[in-house]
């Protein structure tokens, strides 16, 4: 795979209702997660996880489920060198402008549409010290399944996935399919990185699906431990 050049814009074009939105909404998204973060007491733990493999091996793949992508760009806000993924959609523009008021850098693409460039833009950027945020579950679901996406980026870039899991004990909860969460002011948020799992030895189907069931199962387990800490009842 050849070293592609790194985008960081959609190819599409929006409606002017479309651009209304995109030019208004993500600054207020990011102000009004901000102010939120603000409020809430934040325990972080394990973060040597991360920092220890990025030293070791030069950069890292940083699970998480989708639900948590406010609380994940709040939290690894400002880092120079941390990149995600978001799709060509205008679901896909919104959140990559409103993760770029967090100081955060957005590559484009998604598996259904221009997701071969997404992946070699992705292979660069990891290979240059990146740290990689990938919402495994993204961008549709089903909540809290991995997707193989992160797997197959592990044994091409031969990084390690370093999962990432957040909980509150106060959340309002959109109604959507991953039940987004916002937390409310003064919410306990507890952060967690679990350690780092090794890349599939190569992209076969099975070394990809063994390391996709283990980082699936290790996330979910980080996050049950923290949420029964938090006594959060997670539902489908």
């Not at 793949?61 to 880092?79: S, V």
């Not at 399919?177 to 937390?183: E, L, N």
Request: proline content about 7%; overall charge positive; some cysteine.
């Amino acid at each position: 795979m050849k070293r592609a050049v790194l985008k960081y814009g959609s190819p599409r074009s929006f409606s002017p209702w479309q651009r209304l939105q995109l030019a208004v909404l993500p600054p207020v998204i990011a102000f009004s997660f901000k102010c939120l973060a603000r409020c809430c007491r934040f325990e972080v733990r394990g973060k040597h996880q991360l920092w220890d493999a990025v030293a070791q091996r030069g950069g890292i793949i940083c699970a998480f489920w989708h639900e948590y992508l406010g609380l994940g760009a709040c939290h690894h806000r400002d880092t120079p060198t941390a990149h995600t993924l978001t799709s060509y959609s205008f679901d896909g523009e919104l959140a990559a402008r409103t993760v770029a008021h967090f100081g955060l850098k957005s590559l484009r693409g998604s598996s259904s549409r221009g997701g071969v460039d997404a992946l070699r833009q992705l292979e660069s950027a990891a290979k240059t010290g990146c740290l990689v945020g990938w919402t495994l579950d993204g961008p549709r679901g089903p909540r809290r399944q991995a997707k193989a996406g992160a797997a197959y980026l592990a044994a091409r870039t031969g990084l390690p996935i370093i999962p990432n899991a957040y909980a509150l004990d106060k959340a309002w909860r959109m109604r959507s399919w991953d039940r987004f969460a916002i937390p409310k002011p003064g919410a306990r948020i507890i952060v967690a990185f679990g350690p780092p799992i090794d890349p599939p030895p190569d992209t076969s189907a099975a070394a990809i699906e063994d390391t996709r069931l283990l980082v699936e199962r290790s996330l979910n387990q980080l996050h049950e431990a923290i949420e029964r800490e938090l006594g959060e009842v997670q539902s489908s």
